[in-house]
């Protein structure tokens, strides 16, 4: 079957749904075989839940896996019904995530706890979806409060990797050699120069942060010994233990939550929601900036759109296993790691969501096979060093491109450090504070003014599309209905 083709410019074919767009493998886009490696290999950061599942639960190992394996699988979600990212965690959450539920004294009360935390995640995200208000949200923020938000995050990502006792610990070389090579085949530019020169060397940098963590892992095992030699195991993930997951380890099992658990996670879900907010803005740069690179198609992220599939995945782990890392917009690592690769031109990548599907399909297929699991389970916390890494890298130099002016760099630097040294919550109430208290120059503020206005009209304008297709289908199926009738 021949894979439809776009006009240049344009947006790549699909089925529309609404506020959706589907598109299908062999279809609509090729399959990437550089995703499809990488996919595999970076299973390894989805298990870096297995560490804080067994420390809030008590859950075995094996139980654990197939919770990777249901998270992972609802990945697919996004670039099939047309988000163009590869989704993730709520990563910088997790810690506060972890030490809230730790409050509670027994494993019930954490299950509902997590339980009703991940309801109403679902509740604000698909709330400001529906609603639209989450396109709204998006375009209103102010420039400077964009970049120190993806400044923070990425300060975040740094510091949970080094600080004592971070990440990082037990396996800091092998570490450091893993995320030092992910800089040279993913950011580097002397190496990009070098590679078009040599076959080998392009296969390599295509694989994105995969050689290196290769190489890391076998060094880790024969030089450093930071990492155990794997011990592998043949077989599928074991999904005969779902029955006993849901029976002990979630809220049909152990009993839903009451009123007093719902008020005491209101707080906790609203500081999840505001550093999720960062993500939503990141994803929104990182395609703006792709169509810079790329001028043949056109990348539409609609932050609705992704409100309203975080929200679903919130609420189908809270029911079925109750997920510490929360279900959030966008695993960085992977997002951009396919668009830097997508960005080196149509010959690598004909279009963005070959690279996303496959990406996603692969990871969630190596959490159905033992052997994937097994071979990672040493190295998993490297591959998720790595990946905090590669994320860090690309708040860096997105957020750099939103701050302009001089006040503007001065207050977004100031509300990135307060968000990663003290919390969501006190980072956004910075910059709302220095917006007041400083403000913008006459120049800037006109600027900003008119960028506001101009996202504001897109997200509004996508959202006029997505009613407009809805109602013609409507109206085709009723008079379909009525020419039925009348026959």
């Known amino acids: 079957m021949a894979i439809k083709k776009r006009e240049y410019g344009e947006e790549q074919p699909g089925i529309p749904l609404g506020i959706f767009k589907i598109r299908i493998p062999f279809v609509h ?76 004294p027994t494993v019930n009360e954490r299950i509902q706890a997590i339980g009703a935390l991940q309801y109403e995640m679902a509740f604000l995200f698909l709330f400001l979806g529906i609603t639209g208000l989450g396109g709204e949200v998006v375009s209103r923020i102010p420039k400077f409060m964009k970049g120190g938000i993806v400044l923070g ?35 580097s530019k002397w190496f990009e120069k070098v590679a078009k020169r040599n076959a080998f060397l392009t296969w390599f940098r295509k694989l994105g942060m995969v050689p290196g963590f290769l190489i890391a892992y076998a060094l880790g095992v024969l030089v450093t010994h930071e990492v155990v030699a ?31 658990m719902y008020i005491n996670a209101l707080p906790m879900a609203l500081t999840a929601y505001i550093i999720a907010y960062g993500d939503f803005v990141t994803a929104k740069e990182l395609s703006i900036k792709a169509q810079e690179n790329r001028g043949d198609e056109k990348i539409i992220f609609n932050a609705n759109r992704c409100h309203i599939l975080c929200g679903c995945r919130n609420a189908i782990l809270g029911t079925l296993c109750p997920y510490c890392p929360l279900s959030g917009p966008m695993y960085g690592g992977g997002t951009f790691s396919c668009y830097e690769r997508y960005k080196t031109g149509p010959e690598a990548m004909p ?79 910075t910059g709302f504070i220095l917006y007041f208290l400083v403000g913008y120059s006459k120049d800037t503020r ?8 101009a996202e504001l009209a897109t997200a509004r304008q996508i959202q006029a599309d997505a009613k407009a297709e809805s109602a013609a289908r409507k109206a085709a199926r009723q008079a379909k209905k009525a020419a039925v009738v009348s026959k």
């Open 153 to 187: 995050s990425g300060f975040s990502a740094v510091s949970s990797v080094f600080k004592t006792g971070g990440k990082m610990a037990g396996y800091e070389i092998t570490a450091l050699i893993s995320i030092a090579l992910a800089y040279l085949t993913i950011n």
């Open 446 to 453: 006109e600027r900003c003014k008119a960028e506001t206005a």
């Open 29 to 104: 886009f090729r399959l990437e075989l550089p995703e499809i490696i990488q996919g595999f290999f970076m299973v390894t950061v989805g298990m870096g839940a297995i560490a804080n599942q067994q420390e809030l639960f008590g859950i075995d190992y094996d139980m654990c896996v197939i919770c990777v394996s249901l998270n992972s699988f609802m990945y697919i979600m996004h670039p099939f019904f047309g988000d163009p990212i590869y989704p993730g965690w709520i990563t910088p959450a997790m810690p506060l995530v972890v030490a809230w539920a730790l409050q509670f």
């Open 351 to 429: 279009s963005i969501w070959g690279g996303l599907f496959s990406f996603t399909l692969c990871t969630t297929l190596a959490t159905v096979f033992k052997p994937t699991i097994t071979f990672f389970k040493p190295i998993y916390m490297v591959g998720l060093c790595t990946t905090y890494m590669v994320q860090a890298f690309g708040c860096g130099y997105v957020s750099m491109g939103l701050l302009d002016s001089d006040e503007e760099k001065a207050m977004g630097f100031i509300t990135a450090a307060v968000l990663a040294l003290k919390g969501a919550a006190w980072g956004l109430a």
């Open 230 to 260: 794997p011990v592998i195991q043949w077989g599928i993930s074991p999904y005969h233990y779902w029955p006993e997951v849901i029976q002990n380890y979630s809220m049909i099992g152990v009993g839903f939550a009451g009123a007093y």
